[in-house]
């Protein structure tokens, strides 16, 4: 399988390593087909892993002068990784990635992915030491992240078990767990049916599997759902991280087709 595209791919304008054209150039010497920018969109309570709303609009600036800039060499797409937490700033994008980072309770957002410690506190503090309560407020939230985000990719579904590998806080093969998980891309798939498959996780060894997990994967092919391959690329060498393992995984949870974003539409790759 030759998936020569990433579309979630951040840079320095946020929580990214690697400049914009230094991750175009990657992409060339790979011989990628298209790359997709996916900056953090802006949350005034989360400024350091986010872009401004200057840096927004420098971000916007500079995809597009670097698709005018290699446009004989690679299709670059401006999107956006918009949090359902915060509003949209507005800028013609190609796409928009829609995920969740943080569960709103209260005046306050507590992040689900930044460090296994901040969640611990979080369950401890607001949910009397319950993973299985803590899942399901993630999910009741999440299930309208592409009503509310308008996006075209479900970005990182099941987010929530990124400190959970080995099941160290939560079984994830418990009916508690998975029934909420279920419900909500049930009802975000009525909104927005394209999800990625994302080994962003992986390559920042939290995880040993890409998100969403099989069952999901399985539960979304069941309803007709549609997959697009990501590595969330804070850097250069992750793009592209572990598709091949990725596309095997599509494959056994009965997916035949990958989406891919060429001349500015959503095409099938066969598997």
Known sequence: MSYLSNLHTHTDFCDGVDSAEAMVKRAVSMGYKSLGFSGHSYAPFDVPNCMTE?????YVSE?????????DKIQIY???EQDMMYKMIEYPYDYVIGSMHYIKIGDEY?????TDAI?????????????????????????DVAKI??????????????????????????YKYRASAIEALRAVAQDCNLFEINTGGI???????????DFLLRELHKIGGEIVF??????????????????????????????????????????
């Open 149 to 174: 985000t308008g996006c075209n990719i479900v970005g990182h579904f099941d987010l929530v078990t990124k400190f959970n590998e080995g099941n160290k806080y939560f079984d994830e093969n418990s």
């Open 110 to 114: 507590v992040s689900v992915d930044y």
């Open 230 to 271: 990501s590595s969330d690329s804070h850097d250069e060498k992750s793009l592209g991280f572990m598709f091949f393992e990725a596309s095997e995984l599509a494959k056994s949870c009965g997916f035949r087709y990958a989406k891919l974003l060429l001349d500015g539409k959503f095409t099938d790759v066969r598997l």
């Open 63 to 71: 995809i597009l002068r670097l698709r005018e800039k290699y446009r």
């Open 119 to 143: 969640a611990e506190n979080a369950v401890k503090k607001y949910f009397s030491g319950d993973w299985y309560r803590y899942c399901e407020a993630y999910y009741a939230s999440v299930k």
């Open 78 to 80: 401006l999107g956006i």
């Open 54 to 58: 200057q840096g927004t609009g420098e």
């Open 203 to 213: 390559y920042r060894r939290k995880r040993s599997a890409p998100y969403p997990a």
